[in-house]
């Protein structure tokens, strides 16, 4: 289990003296801003990949800016781990602690400091939730476009953190076309304004850089994001499909025939299945596939595109293409979607969600050969698919009760990973990689990017203190795990020695 | 070759493939400390601190990797003539979004993205780093490096990709770049409004906080030009609504092309302001009308007024300036970096190019 870090393949620093870090800690932080006792640090164990846990040495919740920089100041005194928490959603172990660390919670700077409603930007603090920037903008005509799953409870600072996707990536972009400003505070202590309400800042763009950093580079303590205007009508079409190829054939012709839809996604049978027996949403059970699009906009463009993607489906082979009929139709077209995850509960005790991505046009095959390692591994696989953008979440049902299941899971999620960089894909769409798929970057990156990452990761905590164990691998972790990048036919790795 | 080949519509021949003698080159300069000078079309020289340096030309490393249409995304060599980038995507009914000026028929697709220039639909349709998904560079070691990839959505790694949009060279050659592209909309109307700007500014207050398919804003001291892209209803509806003077495209064409007003200025500031700030202050320097892109929010400025009084009125306005065009040798370009912030640039450059022989000083002495 990747819960166990390693200190010969993790760069862990040593645990601190925890009394010493006690003392100081509550020197610079107000009672209420300190847990210390285990009960209380409980809930800090684990985060939305709940199979993964630690004990962190402290959990602080400081409440501003100053704060954070004066927790990090004794950190960098006492050389303790830090690890950052939004509101602890994620499903990559990003916010799992690390042995001896010291949690820092962002979930009490949780104000919106600002709707300007006519440059269409919000000012937040990290723990602001996704969805309450949504709600705040709503009255006047404007959203904030990222929208996770999680987005009723998961923040804003860990939507930065791992730049957080959604829906409607598509047309809308991920967190980082999203976010036009952050506050950072960085391991030597400095407070820096990257970007802000201008369209760009100077100099290399750092906003980038820290989005999607994983707690890696710098604590954020303010975020600048973009509005957007709401879309004045909304409308979806169903369309089922004899055979998964034929699905995966609309979604290339709708994309080529230059329509971006607000949501393009797809399921097979097992999901369909599931999230039928589920919602009742009125999926039908005759097919091996079905896809939701959705396209917004003016009223008069979206009948027009609804019917061109209707006759696109029908001519790829749907046996069904319906629109919905009205807004509460809607509502339960996508309710079966978004039940998705939950209705694996009826099929099987646990389930595995990946986040690979993949070329759209790789689709067939991929499904196809998930199938054959279903197979292999003795694991019923589900897919759901953001299929507008190619973000693959392969669902593996497992039984955690069951002897060896969940090491079978993961073994098979890890090679489902693996199968998508080798299509030309990425290990992650919108998880991002935190400790769950620490291994799966060595397939990915060669030694000299990954040495890279960790030369970028020295130019901003040279002490190695954000998040260690977490997003970028130690060659040496990647030696051990063995399933190696190969480039150019040469082994990588060559150089170090094999335990 | 790469480990992303998933069966590759390839279109670009091995002949244009001199990336093994690129990161030759790269290495020997580090290894003898030689500092470098990248060079594209060579259009955009004159766009930040000329520098010296061994000639590295990437105009023969090109050709297009890939595209296919239905996944909304070009890959392609660095010394491929954007021209050549945007006729194959035109074929396909398909453009970048970021709307590159053009600056010359010789400008590679490498130096686009290097200078990290967006034209007037940036504020609809993002930078030039939101269109990066993915590049191979070389690093100041000549190391052949891959981040990013070719999908939309890929969270693995640090953005190092997005951080070489805007960098001039200095962190790494480019050699390859995966950019999403657009489809081209149905429908495009020009409209002109003669107005003064504190009218026009109010008239897109208003307008751009509804979802409307206004794709380009502009203000050139006579009047406020507006481009409408998208669906035809959509089109139809706002330009009904709108009313003013149908306009031809030249304007938007001679702005692209940098031969608009202030723009041909041989000593030309751009101001990065926030759209609603009150340019007064930088308004009081100007010799002609400044023009305003991006619905106001990138100001261009011909005046003789010196450098500090353009700084701190583009400060004034909650603005940063770069004096675009005519420096004298020796005098910044760039806006000026916070202590801490700078450190940083210090950092990642060696992080990158520890030799320091990647295009040294080109967007600031100490970087």
């Known amino acids: ?499 | 070759m790469p480990r992303h080949q998933a069966s590759p519509i390839s279109i670009a021949s091995e002949a244009g493939d001199l990336a093994e003698e690129l990161a030759a080159r790269v290495a020997d300069a580090a290894a003898r400390g030689a500092p470098l000078r990248v060079i594209g079309g060579g259009t955009k020289d004159d766009l930040a601190q000329r520098i010296e340096g061994e000639p590295l030309d990437i105009r023969g490393h090109r050709g297009v990797i890939d595209h296919a249409p239905s996944e909304l995304v070009i890959t392609a060599r660095a010394g491929t003539p954007l021209a050549e980038i945007e006729t194959v995507l035109a074929a396909a009914g398909q453009r970048l979004a970021f709307e590159p000026p053009l600056y010359g028929a010789q400008s590679t697709l490498g130096g686009v993205v290097a200078a990290g220039l967006a034209g007037s639909r940036r504020p609809f349709a993002g930078a030039v780093r939101d269109s990066v998904l993915g590049m191979k560079i070389l690093d100041g070691r000549g190391r052949t490096l891959r981040f990013g990839g070719t999908v939309f959505k890929n969270v693995a790694g640090f953005d190092a990709f997005r951080l070489m949009a805007g960098a001039f060279g200095t962190l790494g050659v480019l050699l390859e770049v995966s950019l999403r592209v657009a489809p081209i909309p149905a429908a495009c109307v020009h409209l002109a409004f003669e107005e003064s700007w504190p009218r026009a500014r109010g008239r897109l207050d208003d307008l751009l906080r509804r979802p409307v398919p206004i794709t380009g804003a502009v203000h050139d001291g006579a009047g406020l030009l507006l481009r409408l892209e998208g669906p035809e209803a959509g089109v139809a509806a706002l330009a009904r609504e709108l009313g003013g003077l149908d306009d031809a495209p030249t304007a938007w064409e001679d702005i692209r092309r940098r031969r608009y007003g202030p723009l041909l200025a041989e000593r030309l500031w751009r101001i990065s302001a926030p759209r609603r700030s009150d340019v007064d202050a930088v308004e009081a320097l100007a010799e002609s009308p400044p023009l305003r892109d991006w619905a106001g929010a990138e100001i261009w400025l011909a005046t003789g007024a010196s450098a500090e009084q353009v700084r701190a009125a583009a400060a004034q306005c909650q603005g940063h300036a770069t004096l675009f065009r005519g420096a004298t040798p020796g005098e910044a370009v760039f806006p000026p970096l916070p202590a801490p912030i700078l450190a940083l640039h210090q950092r990642l450059k060696r992080a990158f190019d520890p030799a320091g022989v990647l295009n040294p000083r080109r967007m600031y002495e100490e970087v």
């Open chain 1, 1 to 499: 289990m990747l819960d166990r870090f390693d200190p010969r393949l993790d760069p862990l620093p040593p645990a601190p003296d925890r009394g010493k870090l006690i003392r100081r800690l509550s020197r610079v932080l107000p009672r209420k801003a300190l847990i210390v006792k285990a009960e209380g640090m409980r809930v800090f164990e684990t985060d939305g990949l709940a199979a993964y846990r630690g004990m962190p040495a402290v959990v602080t919740l400081p409440g501003d800016t100053e704060e954070v920089r004066a927790v990090l100041e004794v950190c960098r005194d006492l050389g303790a781990a830090v690890v950052a928490r939004g509101a602890g959603t994620g499903l990559s172990g990003g916010a799992l602690p690390v042995p001896g660390c010291v949690l820092l919670g962002l979930s009490r700077m949780s104000r919106i400091l600002d709707i300007d409603p006519v440059a269409c930007l919000a000012r937040v603090q990290p723990g602001v939730r996704n969805l309450a920037v949504s709600e705040a903008a709503r009255p006047f005509g404007l959203f904030y476009a990222p929208d996770p799953s999680s987005q009723l409870a998961c923040s804003l600072g860990g939507n930065v953190a791992e730049n957080a996707g959604g829906v409607h990536c598509l047309k809308y972009g991920l967190t980082v076309n999203n976010v036009q400003g952050l506050e950072v505070v960085t391991m030597d202590g400095e407070i820096l304004r990257l970007g802000g309400e201008t369209l760009d800042a100077p100099g290399f763009d750092l906003l980038a850089l820290l989005t999607g950093s994983e707690g890696l580079l710098g604590i954020v303590t303010e975020i600048t994001v973009r509005l957007t205007p709401l879309p004045e009508a909304t409308q979806v079409l169903l369309a089922a499909f004899p055979e998964t190829r034929q699905a995966g054939q609309a979604v290339a012709d709708i994309i080529g025939a230059g329509i971006i839809p607000a949501g393009l996604e797809m399921m097979d049978k097992l999901a369909l299945t599931a999230a039928e027996a589920h919602t009742r949403a009125g999926y039908p059970l005759d097919a091996a596939a079905i896809l939701l699009c959705e396209l917004d906009g003016a009223p008069a463009d979206i009948a027009c595109d609804l019917e061109r993607v209707r006759g696109i489906c029908e001519s790829a082979g749907a046996s069904l293409a319906r629109i919905a009929r009205d807004e509460s139709e809607r509502q339960l077209f996508w309710a079966g979607r978004k039940g998705a995850f939950p209705a694996m509960g009826r099929i099987a005790p646990d389930y595995y969600c990946i986040d690979g991505v993949i070329p759209r046009r790789a689709l067939p095959e991929v499904l196809d050969a998930i199938e054959r390692l279903s197979r292999e591994f003795g694991l019923a696989v589900a897919n759901v698919f953001h299929a507008g953008d190619g973000n693959l979440h392969p669902l593996i049902l497992y039984d955690a009760q069951a002897p060896g299941e969940l090491e079978r899971a993961e073994a098979l999620g890890g090679a489902i990973l693996e199968l998508c960089v080798a299509k030309g894909g990425s290990i992650t769409g919108e998880h991002g990689v935190g400790r769950e798929k620490i291994n799966q970057m060595c397939a990915q990156f060669a030694p000299a990017e990954l040495e890279t990452f960790a030369a970028l990761k020295r130019a901003f905590d040279p002490q190695g203190l954000l998040n260690p164990g977490k997003a970028i691998p130690t060659l040496q972790r990647c030696v051990d795990h063995g399933a190696m990048h190969v480039h150019a036919a040469t082994p990588s790795f060559a150089h170090l020695d094999r335990f």
